[in-house]
């Protein structure tokens, strides 16, 4: 992977002021948005999705995050290698993945060193966006772990805008499952990376693109957070994950562009019946657990599952097509910043294992560090 642009993060703008929403509609929207997931881990669920194959001896993942410093993370093969950029950078680098030159804006953390296995968050940005206009909005870069922010290939439709697969835009012939892998490759070989320790978050269409991840990549990627995704599933209208996946879900119920109510002529689901088809691939036995995280957040939980694989819906009531916390603006609608998306997601991912039976030939070096 070559460098080829030094490209230090945006200083983040100040934050929009944001309306309050009215009492009565906030307990209106809590209400139905209760009555709604109530119903996630039953009939509709159950039908909807195929249950993931568990072999009896597969390593358990837990959502739960007993303890974070009692584990040993393998290592890589670019463990003990110069990174090529300054711990804390950000720099935009290439890399060619199905005989095209692709781009990455790579982040390392502060005080990132080349003898310590780092986690990895893979990022993919919304249609029309970069993976630096995504940097700037998140607040990813604040997370204790490489930031790969990918950059997709412009696409169809109006204007040159850049986009991911799995969209009825995305351009003709882009496989984006195996930049994933090649992006992976690449930062396993000139980096120190756990490869147990792989996510992958993103916005709109990236968000949506992480769900296919989350279907096809289920052997080297360990958990997925989507924000705001379009689920359009376009050439992959099934899913058969190898194991259980961990899903932390963010969404809008306000949310315009991407309807949490879905849109059938768009081919994009309910966001429920997407979430609720996670809880039962996962076979979650308990939940749903709804709780009123803040006046226009609720947090709804599903435990007990398969392999430990926990599956989290957070709603934002009134939320349009934004970012939870954006540092910058990040979307049409209301904002809320009553949590930092990048701070609950990382509370979910940050402890979850890819199982090691998955590792092999991904050129690990054994626990250690």
Same mark, same amino acid.
């Given at each position: ?6 490209s230090?993060?945006?200083a ?15 307990a ?15 009939p509709?669920?159950?039908?909807t999705?195929?249950a993931?194959?568990?072999?009896a ?6 959502s739960?995050?007993?303890d974070?410093?009692?584990?040993n993370?393998?290592r890589s ?8 950029q ?5 720099v935009?680098?290439?890399l ?19 003898d310590r296995?780092?986690p ?5 940005h ?7 206009g ?12 490489? @930031? *790969? #922010?990918? &950059?997709g290939?412009?696409? =169809? ?6 986009a991911?697969?799995?969209a009825? +835009? %995305?351009?003709?012939?882009?496989d984006? @499952? *195996? #930049?994933? &892998?090649?992006?992976?490759? =690449?930062?396993?070989?000139d ?5 147990r320790?792989v +996510? %992958? ?15 096809e990549l ?8 989507p924000?705001?995704? %379009? ?8 899913c058969?994950p ?6 932390i879900?963010?969404h ?5 562009t ?20 996670w809880?039962a ?13 803040a006046?226009?957040?609720?947090t709804?939980?599903w ?17 349009g097509?934004t ?6 603006y ?11 998306a990048?701070e609950?997601?990382?509370e979910?991912?940050g ?5 090691v039976?998955?590792?092999?030939g991904?050129?690990?070096e054994?626990a250690?560090?």
């Amino acid at each position: 992977m070559s460098t080829t642009t030094a490209s230090p993060r945006p200083a983040p703008q100040g934050r929009r002021e944001q309306g309050r929403r009215r009492p009565g509609r906030r307990a209106a929207l809590l209400t139905a948005l209760a009555l709604a997931v109530s119903g996630l881990a039953g009939p509709v669920g159950a039908t909807t999705a195929a249950a993931a194959p568990v072999p009896a001896d597969a390593a358990v993942s837990p959502s739960a995050h007993p303890d974070r410093a009692g584990r040993n993370p393998l290592r890589s093969a670019g463990c003990g290698t110069d990174p090529g950029q300054a711990p804390g950078s950000s720099v935009l680098r290439t890399l060619t993945s199905d005989g095209r030159e692709r781009t990455v804006q790579l982040h390392l953390p502060d005080g990132y060193r080349s003898d310590r296995a780092w986690p990895v968050v893979l990022v993919f940005h919304g249609r029309g966006n970069t993976g630096a206009g995504t940097e700037a909005f998140s607040g990813l870069d604040a997370l204790p772990a490489i @930031v *790969a #922010y990918g &950059n997709g290939v412009v696409g =169809t439709g109006d204007g040159d805008r850049q986009a991911w697969e799995g969209a009825p +835009y %995305a351009a003709p012939g882009v496989d984006d @499952v *195996a #930049y994933t &892998n090649d992006l992976l490759d =690449t930062l396993e070989r000139d980096l120190c990376v756990d490869p147990r320790r792989v +996510y %992958a978050t993103g916005k709109s269409n990236g968000a949506g693109f992480t769900g296919i991840l989350a279907c096809e990549l289920s052997d080297r990627i360990a958990a997925v957070a989507p924000v705001a995704a %379009a689920f359009y599933g376009t050439g992959h209208p099934d899913c058969y994950p190898e194991r259980p996946v961990p899903v932390i879900d963010f969404h809008g119920t306000d949310d315009v562009t991407i309807p949490y109510a879905g849109d059938p002529d768009r081919g994009l689901p309910a966001i429920q019946d997407w979430v609720g088809g996670w809880v039962a691939r996962n076979g979650c036995a308990a939940g749903p657990d709804v709780e009123q995280t803040a006046f226009d957040v609720t947090t709804t939980r599903w435990t007990d599952c398969d392999r430990g694989a926990e599956v989290t819906h957070v709603a934002v009531l009134g939320g349009g097509h934004t970012w939870p916390g954006e540092d910058s603006y990040s979307g049409g609608g209301y904002a809320t910043h009553s949590i930092e998306a990048h701070e609950v997601l990382w509370e979910f991912l940050g402890d979850e294992r890819l199982p090691v039976r998955f590792l092999t030939g991904h050129g690990t070096e054994g626990a250690a560090s």
